[in-house]
């Protein structure tokens, strides 16, 4: 159980492109969202947390209007880079979880985003 | 503000060797402590899960321990082999922000050689 789907895998695409990526928990409910960020050999760094209906909460130094997450549903959130450059090709991660901050989350295979 | 420090940043030990993998955090007011795996180019794969309450967690080969008073844990790795080979993340739920919040340790990058 707990299986968290993120989708594409990987996308190379051109400067000043949009896109999207999906995040879905598969069989359960994700009343919370997470959205992260590793560089090379770093670690994850927090971009926002969102819960279902509300609007994301942003880490500082977070550009909002450059990422631009929706949490539309208990099972779906959605990650749109706008317009993005070279400086914006990283790996990117969501997770989710279902209830309280005690309770664990659980990760989806992340997404690799190259921008020429 | 929570810091996790993992030490060593990097390890290779011959097959069948027992390791420790050690992590530490600076703000003891946490939810619980996570440990991940991590391959090259993929996403996370949660190992173990200790609640703030907990001392310890065992899954086969694998036993994490907690101390939160004095912010350390470790993941102690029984007769390595060499498809335990990845990068281990500590990650610990701080109470900050209602438990919103994973902050990720740095991760110890490992090699079980043959």
Known sequence: ????????????????????????????????????????????MLMATSNEGSKATYEQGVEKDKFLINHASLTLSTLTVTSAHPEDSSFYICSAREGAGNQPQHFGDGTRLSIL | KQEVTQIPAA???????????????????????????????KGLTSLLLIQSSQREQT????????????????????ASQPGDSATYL??????TGGGNKLTFGTGTQLKVEL
Not at chain 2, 16 to 32: P, Q, R
Not at chain 2, 59 to 75: E, F, P, V
Not at chain 2, 90 to 95: N, R
């Open chain 1, 1 to 44: 159980g707990a299986v968290v789907s993120q989708h594409p895998s990987w996308v190379i695409c051109k400067s000043g492109t949009s896109v999207k990526i999906e995040c879905r928990s598969l069989d359960f409910q994700a009343t919370t969202m997470f959205w992260y960020r590793q560089f090379p050999k770093q670690s994850l």
């Open chain 2, 11 to 41: 390890l290779s030990v011959p097959e069948g060797e027992n390791l420790v993998l050690n992590c530490s955090f600076t703000d003891s007011a946490i939810y619980n402590l996570q440990w991940f795996r991590q391959d090259p180019g």
């Open chain 2, 59 to 78: 899954s086969g080969r694998l036993n994490a321990s907690l101390d939160k008073s004095s912010g350390r844990s470790t993941l102690y790795i029984a």
């Open chain 2, 90 to 95: 500590c990650a610990v739920s701080s109470l």
